[in-house]
């Protein structure tokens, strides 16, 4: 890599929160998390340089685009710095991250706001469903679906079940893991709820089938929220720690990346990795070169990981494509209690997209967010003990943008 970056701090919305019920509006959620991150960092507005904004389908949902021109709005000082917008469905606000390291490794900026949000719950669950169907390839794949992602992550989990065997109740206990992990985190849109066995189970009353191999409590939420990170060059997050009296070192900076972009359609992506250990490769890519530019050999020199569990599968395939255990063999990382709180390698301490909510051009941002507060002790409730260097993964559509980053002291 070139200059590091760091990440200075950042700020989460209350993801529980429905925005449109409150009678706020797509403009208050970017306030929100723009104000409070702000606050959190104690950064003066002129301090920031540039802003990147990760977003999927805002038009879709409340009609509105254009969404770096709030930021004027949101304070006086913000107008007038350059604002770009990045899409790649739930991977949106990766993205944003990946633009902004860009923009202070050539040495553009010192300072960049990166914002990740999505307004999603003033519409109908089938509605709302419909709208994030836009990155699947639309008119070519899952035409047949009445909820598009619930079966597309079923068919990954039939051509899984087919290379490897799959057992249901590995991907019950995922679920439990995340929805138990999500009554520590403050912010997470469960963690009021209350779940017994029964809800985990093969129960058609309280965990009906949606699609195929995935029932209710193997999906995540239809969220709103926004996450806010604020990234520095080595010489203004110097500046930053000096005036706080902190060491630079107790800042956390992003190690390593990694970024893929697999054809579309599912087929596509499953025909070619035939023969091939990975179900993903493309996503195994994304995650070994953010591996290679940390300058780490693999999962052993990671303390916790935040991946992507839209689907309960997704999170299980990605057990083995972070190398947590070998390919086929994701159960063992479920059975002996490793990816648990407590465990050796934590999985979504923080409840992950099923626990703690799913806005999606919010999740990358948030993923960052919760892997900074881990590194530097700050995780409150949710910490991992004694941890140096979390990865995540975040991925939009079906396995097709993959983003890895690696996030340290």
């Known amino acids: ?128 469903g419909d709208h994030l169907g836009a990155a699947v390839w639309v008119g070519e794949e899952a035409t047949e679906a009445t909820f598009v992602w619930p079966a597309m992550f079923s068919d990954l989990a039939q051509e899984y079940h087919e290379r490897h065997g799959l057992n249901h109740d590995h991907l019950k206990e995922i679920a439990k893991i995340n929805f138990g992990n999500a009554q520590r985190n403050p912010n997470a849109q469960t963690r009021k709820w209350t779940l017994t066995d029964q809800h985990f189970a093969n ?9 195929g191999w995935m029932r209710r409590q193997d999906c995540s939420q239809i969220t709103d929220g926004a996450a806010v990170v604020f990234l520095a060059s080595e010489a203004k997050a110097k500046r930053y720690a000096d005036a706080r009296g902190i060491p630079l070192e107790s800042l956390a900076k992003i190690k390593g990346w990694g970024h893929t972009t697999a054809p579309m359609l599912m087929e596509t992506k499953l025909t070619a990795s035939k023969g091939s250990p990975y179900l993903l490769p493309w996503t195994r890519k994304a ?21 992507h569990d839209c689907f309960t599968i997704n ?79 975040n991925v939009g559509g079906s396995g097709t943008t993959n983003c890895s980053f690696i996030i340290g002291t």
């Not at 300058?295 to 991946?307: K, N, Q, R, S």
């Not at 993923?367 to 002790?377: G, Y």
Request: with cysteine; proline share 4%; aromatic share 6%.
């Open 287 to 307: 995650i070994t070169d953010a591996y290679m530019r940390a300058g780490i050999t693999g999962p052993a020199e990671l303390d916790a990981v935040e991946t």
């Open 1 to 128: 890599m070139g200059q590091a970056v760091y990440i200075l701090g950042g700020h989460q919305t209350d993801f529980a929160k429905n925005y449109s019920r409150e009678d706020r509006s797509i403009f208050d959620l970017l306030t929100d998390g723009v104000s409070g991150a702000l606050a959190a960092t104690s950064l003066d507005p002129e301090e920031i340089e540039v802003a990147h904004v990760g977003n999927f389908v805002g038009e879709l949902f409340t009609g509105q685009g254009m969404l770096g021109g709030f930021l004027g709005h949101v304070h006086p000082s913000l107008a007038g710095i350059p604002a770009s917008r990045h899409e790649g469905a739930c991977a949106s606000g990766s993205l944003a991250i990946l633009a902004a390291m860009a923009d202070i490794e050539a040495g553009r900026y010192d300072c960049a706001c990166v914002i990740g949000m999505e307004y999603m719950r003033n519409v109908p669950g089938k509605i709302a």
């Open 315 to 393: 999170e299980y395939v990605a057990i083995e494509h972070f190398g947590i255990t070998e390919p086929g063999e994701a159960w063992k990382a479920v059975e002996d209690g490793r990816i648990a709180r407590g465990g050796s390698i934590p999985v979504n301490a923080s409840g992950g997209l099923m626990g703690v909510g799913h806005p999606v051009g919010a999740t990358g941002v948030r993923m960052a967010l919760d892997a900074m507060r881990q590194v530097t002790a700050t995780a409150g409730d949710y910490q991992v003990e004694g941890a140096r260097n979390v990865g995540t993964f």
């Open 203 to 211: 129960d058609d009353e309280l965990n009906p089938v949606v699609e």
